[in-house]
C-alpha cells in the first residue's frame, strides 16, 4: 500500500514550524474531487494552500517554496458541513438508541437532562461533539445550542467551539423546559460584540427558533418578532421541527409576511403541504435535512424530504441532529439519503413502464459540501475546493483494505470510506487531523471530563 505525506509525522512537524499566516503547502499527486462545477474532478491533481486560503487546484503547480505534501494514494476533497447539531447533548451519545418517537426524546432530554446542565456541561458536550466531527470529517458544524440557560451557558458552547478549532456555527435558543434566565434572544448582541467582531473568523452566528409553539411555547417559535430580532443583530435564522400541517401552516404564514428568505433554513421539513414547499422554493429558503433523525425517530412521514425540495430547485444541506439517538459522521447521513430516496424512487414506479428518478452519489457529496456551506450561510467560504475559498479539506485514503483499488473517488468516498480512512484534516489551512489522529487532544483528560459530565447530568436529573 502506498504510503503517502499525510501519514507522515515529519511532514505534519515540518508545516507546524511554519506561522500559519506565512504557511504554504502543496498537495501533490491526489484525486482532487473539487465539488467546484467548473472544476470538477482533477486526477493526479494539486491543491495549493497559502495561509488559510486555497490559491490554486491543477497538475503540476508551480508553489515555489511551499512545503509539499505527496498526497499519492488518496481522494482530497472538501471538509463536510453539518448544518445542524445540538452539541451539548454529546456526553449522552446513543443513551436512547430505539428512541420510539419525538416525544420520547423531548421528555427524556430536554424536559428532563437538559434542565440540570450547568455552563461546564455545554461546554464539554459541545467540545466532545466538535472534536468527534473533525475525526469523522466534518470541518464546519452548526451547533443548535437550544440550552442557553445563562449568559455562562452560552459563552461555554461558544468557547468550546473555539477551543476545537472546527468551523462553527453558534446558532443560539432558549431552552424548551425547565428555569432559565430568559436573557434570549436579548443576549444574542453582547454575543456577538464578545465573540463575533470580525467577518473573517473561524466561528459565525445566527439566530434558533421552533416552528411553532406547540412544544415549548410562543417565546421559542418563529416569526416577524424574532426575524427582526435577527436582522438587527445582522444574522441568518435556523428553524428546527419544521413539520407536518402545523409547520406548512407557520410557513406559509411567514411567506406572507416576507420573512422567508436565502437567509432562513428550515430544518427537517418532512410532511409539509406542496404550497408549502412552493413558498419554500420561490423565496429561495435554504433547507437542512435529517436523513437518520427523519427515518429513525420517526418523524411525520419518516421519509427525508429531499425528493419535495428538489422539486421546488432547493438543493438541502445534511445533517446530524441528536446523537442521544443517533449516528454521529456524515457518511452514515450521504449513504442513508441516497437508499432512502432509491428505494423511494423504484418503489413509487415498481409495476409500470416508468423510469425511477433516483439522486446519485454525486449529488449527496454536494449536499454534504457544498449545498451545507450555502445552507450555513458560508458558500463564499467553504464547500468546494476553489481558489480563494478557505482551506477546509479532506485526504482519504483510497489504497485502504476497505477502499482499493480507487474505480470512482465519489463512490469511494460516499459509500466505501470511514472515520478511519481520513488520514488528514485542514480547517482555514490549519492541520486539525493527520495520520488518521485528531491533533491536540489530551483524550486521556477528555475521557475523564466526558465521563463526569455525564455522572453530573444522569445522576442529578434522577434525583
Not at 65 to 77: I, K, N, S, Y
Not at 203 to 219: K, S, V, Y
Not at 359 to 367: A, E, K, R, S, Y
Request: charged share 20%; with cysteine.
Amino acid at each position: 500500500m502506498n504510503v503517502n505525506d499525510t501519514t507522515s509525522p515529519a511532514v505534519l512537524e515540518q508545516l507546524r514550524r511554519l506561522p500559519a499566516d506565512r504557511r504554504r503547502i502543496v498537495f501533490t499527486g491526489a484525486t482532487v474531487v473539487t465539488m467546484d462545477p467548473d472544476l470538477g474532478i482533477v486526477d493526479g491533481g494539486d491543491v495549493l494552500v497559502v495561509g488559510d486560503t486555497i490559491t490554486a487546484v491543477g497538475r503540476d503547480l508551480d508553489a515555489g517554496d511551499a512545503v509539499v505534501v505527496d498526497a499519492a494514494g488518496t481522494v482530497l476533497t472538501p471538509g463536510f458541513v453539518d448544518t445542524h447539531r445540538h452539541a451539548w447533548q454529546a456526553q449522552l451519545r446513543r443513551i436512547m438508541p430505539d428512541v420510539d418517537d419525538l416525544a420520547g426524546y423531548i421528555m427524556a432530554t430536554l424536559a428532563g437532562y437538559a434542565t440540570v446542565y450547568r455552563p461546564e456541561d455545554m461546554y464539554t458536550g459541545t467540545r466532545l461533539a466538535a472534536l468527534t466531527a473533525i475525526d469523522s470529517g466534518i470541518t464546519t458544524m452548526l451547533d443548535f445550542s437550544h440550552n442557553s440557560r445563562t449568559r455562562e451557558h452560552s459563552d461555554a458552547a461558544i468557547e468550546a467551539l473555539l477551543d476545537a478549532g472546527i468551523r462553527g456555527v453558534h446558532a443560539s435558543m432558549g431552552p424548551h423546559f425547565g428555569d432559565w434566565d430568559r436573557q434570549w434572544p436579548g443576549d444574542l448582541t453582547r454575543i456577538k460584540d464578545r465573540y463575533f467582531t470580525s467577518d473573517d473568523q473561524l466561528l459565525t452566528l445566527r439566530l434558533a427558533a421552533l416552528a411553532t409553539d406547540e412544544i415549548a411555547g410562543p417565546a421559542l417559535a418563529y416569526g416577524s418578532e424574532l426575524a427582526c430580532t435577527a436582522a438587527d443583530v445582522g444574522v441568518g435564522v435556523s428553524v428546527d421541527a419544521v413539520f407536518g400541517t402545523p409547520g406548512s401552516e407557520a410557513e406559509l404564514r411567514w411567506a406572507k409576511d416576507g420573512i422567508l428568505g436565502p437567509d432562513v433554513t428550515l430544518i427537517h421539513a418532512t410532511g409539509l403541504t406542496t404550497e408549502a414547499w412552493k413558498a419554500m422554493g420561490e423565496s429561495g429558503t435554504t433547507v437542512s435535512l435529517a436523513p437518520t433523525s427523519d427515518a429513525q425517530i420517526g418523524l411525520e412521514t419518516a421519509i427525508p424530504a429531499v425528493d419535495e425540495a428538489l422539486s421546488v430547485g432547493i438543493r438541502p444541506g445534511l445533517s446530524i441532529d441528536v446523537e442521544v439517538a443517533l449516528a454521529g459522521d456524515m457518511f452514515t447521513q450521504m449513504r442513508a439519503l441516497h437508499a432512502i430516496q432509491r428505494m423511494r424512487a423504484v418503489n413509487a414506479v415498481y409495476g409500470t413502464d416508468q423510469q425511477p428518478t433516483r439522486i446519485t452519489t454525486h449529488d449527496v457529496l454536494d449536499f454534504a459540501t457544498l449545498q451545507g456551506a450555502r445552507t450555513n450561510g458560508l458558500a463564499g467560504v467553504t464547500g468546494s475546493l476553489t481558489p480563494g475559498k478557505k482551506a477546509d479539506l479532506l485526504a482519504i485514503q483510497a489504497e485502504d483494505l476497505n477502499n482499493m483499488p480507487l474505480n470512482d473517488p465519489i463512490g469511494t468516498v460516499v459509500l466505501g470510506s470511514d472515520a478511519r480512512n481520513i488520514s488528514a484534516v485542514l480547517i482555514n489551512g490549519e492541520p486539525r487531523k493527520w495520520n488518521g489522529q485528531v491533533l491536540d487532544v489530551d483524550l486521556s483528560a477528555l475521557r475523564t471530563e466526558v465521563q463526569a459530565s455525564r455522572r453530573y447530568v444522569l445522576d442529578t436529573s434522577a434525583a
